[in-house]
């Protein structure tokens, strides 16, 4: 059983920095792709970054595009999403998830993404 496990959310002001960490168990995760989603009040959950277990292959959201950064850490597997210039508009629940895929290329459908972590929250206050 896929199990993803967040951590790293909270308070931080606008400008300031946030990691959050993905802890990934329950299989080996070679063809994964690991994915990063949000979600604020009332909308939908919508695709942040995403990268092959490879590491080869990563995409970013054009909203974070220039201040995330995605990376893994095979050895730990474990994904990392590093925010940095965060904007009161980055304020959301962020949800790690995972596909299996061999096409080596990163998807940001939701629907795409069969395993779900429980979510973080990360607050951007003025």
């Known amino acids: 059983q896929v199990q993803l496990v967040e951590s790293g959310g909270g308070l931080v002001q606008t400008g300031g920095s946030l990691r959050l960490s993905c802890a990934a168990s329950?299989?080996?995760?070679?063809?994964?792709?690991m994915g990063w989603f949000r979600q604020a009040p009332g909308k939908e959950r919508d695709f942040v970054a995403a990268?092959?277990?490879?590491?080869?292959?990563?995409d970013y959201a054009d909203s974070v595009k220039g201040r995330f950064t995605i990376s893994r850490d095979i050895a730990k597997n474990t994904v990392y999403l590093q925010m940095n210039s965060l904007k009161l508009e980055d304020t959301a629940v962020y949800y790690c998830?995972?596909?299996?895929?061999?096409?080596?290329?990163?998807?940001?459908?939701?629907?795409?993404?069969?395993?779900w972590g429980q979510g973080t929250q990360v607050t951007v206050s003025s």
């Open positions: 998830a995972a596909y299996r895929t061999l096409s080596g290329r990163v998807g940001r459908q939701v629907s795409q993404y069969d395993y």
């Open positions: 329950g299989r080996s995760f070679s063809f994964y792709t």
């Open positions: 990268i092959t277990w490879s590491g080869g292959t990563t």
